[in-house]
């Protein structure tokens, strides 16, 4: 693969970490919707944010099937109405992997600009469904969501990214 200038040599990605950070982003959804902020319309999901990651930079370990069973745990663990959020995840797992090559090429911070619209539709699945079902509107306040979303993506590119980072040891016979 092209590598854009100064972009960083990564190492393979262990799998155990991608399978870590998703449990990890599942349980830190269901605690924070539990004992933080409730379930605000206006709060992240961290969940999303870690699947469109591990979507974009592996796509063959984490797809659809991940992400719509993952939406299965958050609908059960809310309570509310079953395939919500598996729903929404899948569509946006589905985006992921239509930009996942272009997202790429670009900036972190411009990462963050193009993600954004993947969470604003995914927010606006889950409110069509629970309108669909004679659920009301969540607020104004409900579009913060995929705002804060896509200020936290360079944040976790940053975590989930560190542990492929290679060590600046320069070596006279491996120019890599």
Partial sequence: ????????????????FVWASLVAAL???MVANMVVWGRAAWAPDLLSIVLVFWTVHQTRRVGMAVAFVAGLLVDVHHGGLLGQHALAYTVLTYLAIMVHRRLRWFAVMDQAVQVFPLFLLAHGVEVLLSLL???????WWAVLAPVLEALLWPLVSLVLLAPQRRAPDP???RPL
């Fill in 1 to 16: 693969m092209i590598m854009r200038p100064g972009q960083r040599l990564l190492m393979p990605v262990n799998p155990g």
């Fill in 27 to 29: 349980l830190l959804t």
């Fill in 133 to 139: 079902v004679g659920g009301g509107l969540p607020g």
């Fill in 171 to 173: 070596d006279e016979n």
